[in-house]
């Protein structure tokens, strides 16, 4: 698919475009306001740790490039963007439509995505969904969205 020379370059490229993100990540992450009387570490501690690891990663990127790298076909990357896509509709469909129904139908559509049966899937997507509502809302005290739809 690629020439010689344009496989290393996709790896540079890539390393690259990391670097970037992760140094805005990073600076994103100094600008968080730390009050007076907070715990010691605070919330930096965690992107920091992440961007150091991403910034390591991506110069190794750019240092070392892959020489063969393996691409995947056009299927798997249109499927990667529809499971992609259905996480950002997923995100917004969870106030209007609740934690339960919008997470059935989330892990349904993956399950089908992966190659699973849609029965199959449905099943497991109410199993988990009803799991992880009781866990969160009874037993962990989190308030997880009702729906809208359903007057919550």
Known sequence: MFSEGKKRRTDKLAGLILLVMTLIYAYMAFQFKI????????????????????LV???????????????PDRKVWLRKALVLASFVIYAYAL????????????????????????????????????VLYTLFVFILSIPLPFGKIFGG
């Open 35 to 54: 009050p007076f009387m907070s715990d010691p570490i605070g919330p930096k501690a965690f992107p920091l740790i992440i961007a150091g690891m991403t």
């Open 57 to 71: 990663f991506s110069v190794f990127l750019i240092a070392r490039p892959d020489e063969d790298p393996d691409w």
């Open 95 to 130: 106030v209007p439509l609740g934690f339960l129904v919008s997470t059935t139908l989330e892990i349904t559509f993956l399950a089908v995505m992966f190659d699973g049966k849609a029965s199959k899937g449905l099943v497991a997507a109410i199993v988990t969904s009803l």
